[in-house]
């Protein structure tokens, strides 16, 4: 079992770009497929990006394309979500998840496949 800590959120102006970290103790991240996700208020947890274990494909959902960005840095047993041209509904407690040997490209992005999670950053958007 990995822990992983979310940090990075914050306020943004409508327009802006943020950058996510997701660190791990207890396992070299490398051997694991990370998931991003988000739960804006009041809705359900949704999926967002997703890279695979040893630096396999990453994968996002068609609605994720474009505004988001996921990569690893295993020396550092991190993986980073960039996110830019933020939008106000993009206001949302934002969620790293894991499990080894996913394959993202096989299984997309998955909350309940994941095994491991974090226990989110918050990010609001102002209008």
């Known amino acids: 079992q990995v822990q992983l800590v979310e940090s990075g959120g914050g306020l943004v102006p409508s327009g802006g770009s943020l950058n996510l970290s997701c660190a791990a103790s207890?396992?070299?991240?490398?051997?694991?497929?990370i998931g991003w996700f988000r739960q804006p208020p009041g809705k359900e947890r949704e999926g967002i990006a997703c890279?695979?274990?040893?630096?396999?494909?990453?994968y996002y959902p068609d609605s994720m394309k474009g505004r988001f960005t996921i990569f690893r840095d295993n020396a550092k047993n991190t993986v980073y979500l960039q996110m830019s041209s933020l939008k106000p509904e993009d206001t949302a407690v934002y969620y790293c998840?894991?499990?080894?040997?996913?394959?993202?490209?096989?299984?997309?992005?998955?909350?309940?496949?994941?095994?491991?999670w974090g226990k989110g950053t918050l990010v609001t958007v102002s209008s």
């Open positions: 890279i695979s274990a040893t630096n396999g494909p990453t």
């Open positions: 207890g396992g070299s991240l490398d051997t694991y497929g």
């Open positions: 998840a894991a499990r080894t040997w996913y394959s993202c490209s096989v299984y997309g992005v998955f909350a309940q496949a994941m095994h491991d």
